[in-house]
């Protein structure tokens, strides 16, 4: 893990505050989700970046959003997200999560919350293990990093439907299987 500095930690902080206030006042339906919304959730504060989802169609209005309110815009290869930034601090905006296009059914789960002293849209810690445990691929697979946000989240989490959002993921398996043998997780029936 990579220690930021504290300008590094502000600019993150102000990231997050700064994307928030655009895609409401743009009349954007968004959530906080990734590592800051299981900040948000009692988790460990991440350290590489913010992440918000918004539906496929809101795309170009977020991107002139987040824009006018003065980040940097950046179109990675992948065709699921783009990206933006406050200084150095990465903002990934994402449309299509875990292989689906953001719904609307999603952030309507997504509970309203104080989130660095500007209100929210926050997906549910059920929502965002489960985003995060079936992403665990080959070239993704970093235990450790989840593990913590697992342990802080588990009594916030429906994991039946984790359980059944990896199902057929190796690696999301192995991962419930090691957190049910460390009692992190209840074991599945």
Known sequence: MTLLTEDER????????????????????FALCGGYAAFARGGPEPHHDVDFVIRPQDADLAREALAGAGLVLREPAEDWLFKAYHQEALVDVIHVLGGEPVADQLLDRADEMEVLAVRMPVLTATDVIGSKVVALAEHDCNFSALLPIVRALREQVDWEQ?????????????????????GVTPASA
């Open 10 to 29: 502000a600019a993150l902080r102000d990231a997050v505050r700064l994307s928030a206030v655009a895609l409401r006042d743009a009349n954007i339906p």
């Open 162 to 182: 984790v359980r059944a959002r990896g199902k057929g993921n190796p690696y999301a398996e192995a991962f419930l299987f090691l957190t049910d043998r460390l």
